[in-house]
């Protein structure tokens, strides 16, 4: 399903960040998506994955964060990254229409997602493409206080070689957020989804987390 794209500038405090909105014909929801710390939003895993939604009929929009689009490698405070998404959620609001808009990110830009969610942003739901519960090798330092005030649905996916939260690790923060969080794993996928001696491209890898999140859209709007 072909998709009509806009590109254009969001404007965050006193400088500008890319982003790219597209619609495909007869969309009837609209995903915003975060990349990560280490890639912006023309990341292949990211464009793979936006894609592949627009083929389920599913409106897309992605961005950068300023540190990306400056070409920096440290990812923004949260005041920053939390002030960017709350201006990605209203470019995304005022494109589309009546459609529930929903708050979607790859690690950094998922948490942040849920950061901005915690300090009132409004969404129709939470999507985490590998959430960043610790850092690699520190399971005792959790990111994970913030989650247990969120009411919205939520939709965690995650690989089963992710160091940054790996089986068994994740599965009580989901059971305490509430009925309103659920979680998929996916076999032998690392951080990126990237599972060990596959032949997927990271384009494909990101497309193969489209349904999943499709469903769990279409299911909350």
Not at 44 to 57: C, D, I, K, Q, R
Not at 60 to 78: C, H
Not at 155 to 165: I, K, S, W
Request: hydrophobic letters at 45%; charged letters at 20%.
């Amino acid at each position: 399903m072909s998709a009509i794209e806009e590109t254009f500038s969001m404007a965050v405090g006193d400088t500008g960040v890319s982003a790219v909105f597209a619609n495909p014909a007869g969309s009837v929801a609209t995903v915003v998506v975060a990349h990560g710390a280490g890639a912006g939003m023309d990341h292949p895993f990211l464009t793979g994955f936006t894609g592949a939604l627009n083929e389920h009929g599913i409106a897309t929009m992605r961005f950068n964060f300023p540190y990306s689009e400056a070409g920096k490698k440290f990812p923004d405070r949260p005041p920053t990254a939390i002030a960017t998404w709350n201006a990605a959620m209203d470019a995304a609001k005022q494109r589309a229409a009546e459609q529930p808009v929903f708050a979607a990110g790859k690690s950094f830009g998922g948490r942040m997602a849920s950061m901005a969610v915690s300090e009132g942003m409004e969404t129709a739901g939470l999507v985490f493409l590998g959430y960043p519960l610790h850092a690699p090798g520190k399971p005792e330092k959790l990111r994970d206080g913030h989650l247990y005030g969120l009411d919205v649905p939520m939709l965690f996916l995650q690989g089963t070689r992710d160091p940054f939260a790996l089986p068994g690790e994740l599965e009580p923060v989901v059971e305490r957020i509430g009925p309103n969080a659920v979680m998929k794993w996916f076999e032998g996928g690392d951080h990126s989804f990237k599972v060990a001696r596959s032949k997927r491209t990271p384009e494909q890898d990101g497309a193969g987390l489209a349904g999943s999140v499709a469903e769990f859209v279409l299911a909350n709007s």
